[in-house]
């Protein structure tokens, strides 16, 4: 007997916009830079607003790939709540990552960002968050990022 192969199925797009950049320099775990939630949209295997509060911890590595770290919130028409945590890494050659730095637009072929979109609700009709992995390939605009997160099958 062999395992399944998984697959992906899109589940939920999100629209994070952001505030801006903060810079906090060399810390003891290296370049931290943290990356306000400001708010955005949930559409898709659930609607929602996401709330501002949230914020990406990243830290810049030395080859220049940044690890990502956010946790936000999210809440729907019907009052119930989804926390977000992603983790990831956004990478590519240096010139884009200083292009994407400055709010410039970059087409999104030209550099790597995947995450690990990690789901907890209480809310019952949503317990299938709580109960599959979601992975995502994300794009950074100036001010926001946008992801079509997919359900591991």
């Known amino acids: 007997m062999t395992a399944p192969v998984p697959g992906l199925e899109a ?5 994070a916009r952001l505030g801006p950049l903060e810079d906090h320099g060399v810390t003891r ?8 939630v ?4 949930i559409s898709g295997l659930f609607d929602a607003e ?4 949230g914020a990406d911890w990243q830290i810049v590595r030395p080859d220049g790939a940044v690890e990502i770290d956010t946790r936000y919130s999210a809440r729907t028409a019907a009052g119930e709540y989804v926390h977000f945590r992603t983790s990831g ?8 990552l200083e292009a994407l ?3 410039e637009p970059v087409d999104p072929s030209q550099y790597y960002f995947r995450v690990a979109v990690h789901l907890e609700t209480s809310a019952p009709r949503l317990a ?10 994300a794009i950074r605009e100036a001010n926001a990022v946008r992801y079509t997160a997919y359900r591991v099958t």
């Open 11 to 15: 589940a939920f797009e999100v629209d």
């Open 29 to 36: 775990a290296g370049h931290r830079r943290v990356v306000p």
């Open 38 to 41: 400001a708010g955005g949209r």
């Open 50 to 53: 996401i709330l501002p509060g």
């Open 89 to 96: 890494v956004r990478s590519g050659p240096p010139e884009v």
């Open 101 to 103: 730095l400055r709010g």
């Open 128 to 137: 299938i968050l709580e109960q599959s992995i979601f992975v995502a390939s």
